[in-house]
């Protein structure tokens, strides 16, 4: 009987344990957070810019637009101060520049960070990477930001360019893994916990569920036909391989050259998604938070 009561006990620890690692040190408040700025960071995911503004790497739908995953974060926060300081095709190395453009932050800042796709993309070290990665939250821990969401990379293997080039299907939950590793070796002790690493989400099981299929709720168009590839909503050159972001192949384009059901596809270019498909994961971003920020 005693034998049997330890076993539970180490079962039920052992289940505990993972379950904190998941959150990356999750806790709850008591006074939900309200971010009096959302700051982005990273790669296109986070790109604000728009047709009056600069080439983002999604449909670009004209100013005032919340079309990038920070944007649509900060407005399940009813927060419209955002800026980004995010740029499409960047890596976990061009976050440090990122952050000294950003110049000064704040307690009541959220900072989104969505990063690792082009990281993945070029094969690089994922411990190396996740090393690199705590060193850039650490800072702005110390620069005083107390909320730091984490996007986890979606499968590179499964975006239209990765079908089309047979990207190895191994490669991104690697990196994942190496990156939730780190995180919860640093930080994962935290309490209150100040960074979210939204792998908890569900946002990353279910975008391999979405990309199975060719049709997946709210989307009509997920990037798979059940064979190969479907053309992205920027058209079929964006399927190109590549080995830059300048090159042809990941840059997304204007609403009036893209297709018009672009609204419900989930993917813009061979890399990244529409503006409903951002805000897609932002929503699960979002519920990530309730970890203990809300």
Not at 24 to 30: D, E, K, M, N, R
Not at 121 to 137: F, Y
Not at 245 to 251: D, I, K, M, P, Y
Not at 281 to 292: D, E, I, S
Request: aromatic residues 8%; charged residues 10%; neutral net charge.
């Amino acid at each position: 009987m005693n034998s049997m009561f330890s076993q539970l006990l180490k079962t039920l620890f052992t289940i505990a344990v993972a379950f904190v690692l998941s959150s990356c040190g999750s806790s709850s408040t008591v006074d939900p957070f309200k971010p009096t700025r959302v700051v982005g960071l990273g790669d296109g995911y986070n790109d604000i810019r728009t047709a009056t503004g600069g080439a983002a790497p999604t449909v670009r739908t004209g100013a005032g637009t919340t079309s990038s995953v920070v944007e649509r974060v900060a407005a399940y926060f009813s927060q419209s101060n955002v800026v980004s300081y995010a740029s499409a095709g960047a890596r976990i190395g061009d976050l440090a520049a990122q952050i000294d453009s950003a110049g000064s932050f704040s307690a009541g800042d959220l900072v989104v960070i969505t990063v690792g796709t082009f990281d993945v993309k070029a094969g690089a070290s994922p411990s190396t990477e996740a090393q690199t990665l705590v060193t850039q939250v650490q800072r702005l821990k110390t620069a005083g930001v107390k909320h730091i969401l984490i996007m986890p990379v979606l499968d590179v293997s499964r975006t239209p360019w990765g079908r089309t080039n047979s990207f190895d299907t191994t490669a991104t939950n690697t990196f994942n893994t190496a990156v939730l590793t780190a995180l919860s070796s640093q930080f994962g002790g935290e309490n209150p916990n100040t960074v979210i690493y939204a792998n908890a989400s569900g946002v990353t099981s279910l975008f391999l569920t979405a990309t199975s299929l060719t049709t997946y709720s709210p989307f009509t168009d997920t990037g798979y036909n059940g064979a190969a590839a479907t053309t992205p909503a920027c058209g079929a050159a964006t399927l190109a391989l590549n080995t830059a972001f300048a090159t042809a192949g990941v840059s997304g384009c204007d609403a009036s050259a893209a297709n018009a059901s672009y609204g419900t596809m989930l993917f813009a270019d061979g890399i990244h998604l529409t503006p409903a498909g951002n805000n897609w994961v932002a929503g699960y971003l979002y519920n990530a938070t309730a970890q203990g920020w809300r």
